[in-house]
């Protein structure tokens, strides 16, 4: 796995990427509650928020293929939910895939424009509990530390056995291996408490701030607040 | 009138588990000074590193640059102690270098102007190019992520720095390149290792720990070459003694 697999794109330097982040959180949440809210019969409405959701992609740089390929890594998930509440008809099942499927790609657009600690920042700035962004820091942090550590314990494995044991040896085995894991995982957790204690830490997690709210920001988060108002008013 | 850096009377640890890892340990530093500790796996060296800075506190006395550690003053003892960990991804956990470098100065409330000097320095002072900045610290090779852990410790610019197994892991290259980078140190320097030639490069006093007890305290080279006594506790004479290439 690699380490940029949830914001490979965000170091690209394209006017969306230069935008503050409270400015993309803000505006893409906008985007994303909108489109939410699009009337099941309302062809038009869908037919412009994509439009609009390509523009920011054009804008953006970011390859199309590489959203349409996240999209599609997703899509069964949303294929398999759509089908879930096949009650309330064809057309009610068509909405919903329409705009889960917009709202993905306004995520992956988003993450893709963002540092995913500048997400962070802006979601501390925004008063999201500290806990909250400092696990989510770790876990970007440490998500591929334990990746390797689970491949590295699944090597060792697999070179001291031979051929597949019964299912449920194999799930024997499975659990052994999670619960070495966790354990270490937790020896890992109490390390680093230590050495962030010995560098000072008494509660506050620091994350710093690179961008400024400016202008261009300021016009972006207009610019998307009357494109909303205007296509819902349209209607 | 002697300065001494750090000052340990009768320090005893005992772990939850009742493993008792350290037992009347004294020991006595001067600024400035250079020392290893040495001795086998388990003998309570990781554990008296970590009670130079209050992570662990044991019964009896630590001072630091002249104070008694405690609760009140553990801030100001933090600044003075630099602890670098044995396995670097303990000490990296910010999503970017920069980030991990500046995490000590933002948290000691240096002021935010002062910062991006204090990283450029600490990370020169490492042997790195300030470009590494902007990098996740789980792309960078453990040699790099050996020297960007200590830009961590250095960016707080402490008066006495702790290294627990500096040199483990490293391929020969990356060994020699951080031995220099921590020769250039003018701090007061403690460093638990099993790496002999290491402590032969670097340390001019040597103290050998075993059971949590302190067996031997003294000039570097005299002690490693003493065949008895580093058998006597699980060492093994460094080869450049044995060989004869390192002249006395």
Redesign the interface.
Known sequence: MR??FIDRYA?LDSPLHLLEARTKILAFTGLIVAVLFIPVDSGILFFVYFFATAVLMGISQVPLGYIVGRTLFILPFIVLASLAAPWHGYMEVGALFIRAVLCLMLLILLTNTT???EL?RGLKKFGFPQILVMNL??L???L??LTEEAMRMKQARDCRRVGRAPFRKELKILSSMLGTLLIRSFE?AE??H?????????G?F???SRRRFSWNDLAFLCGVAVFITSTFGLR | MTDYAVRITRLSYTYPDGTKALEGIDLDVLVGERIAIVGPSGAGKSTLLLHLNGILTGTGSVKIMGSNLEESNLKEIRKEVGLLFQDPNDQLFCPTVYEDVAFGPLNLSVPAAEIPRRVDKALNDAGLDHSIGSRSSHHLSLGERRRVSLATVLVMEPAILGMDEPTSNLDPRNRRHLIEVVSGLKATLIIATHDLELVLDVCSRTVLMDQGKIWADGETHDMLANAGLMGKHGLEVPLSLRSGVRST
């Open positions: 380490h940029n170091a540092r995913f600690v962070l820091s770790f970007y942090r440490y591929f530390v890992h390390r680093m230590s050495a962030m204690l010995s560098r000072g830490y008494s506050d620091p994350l710093i």
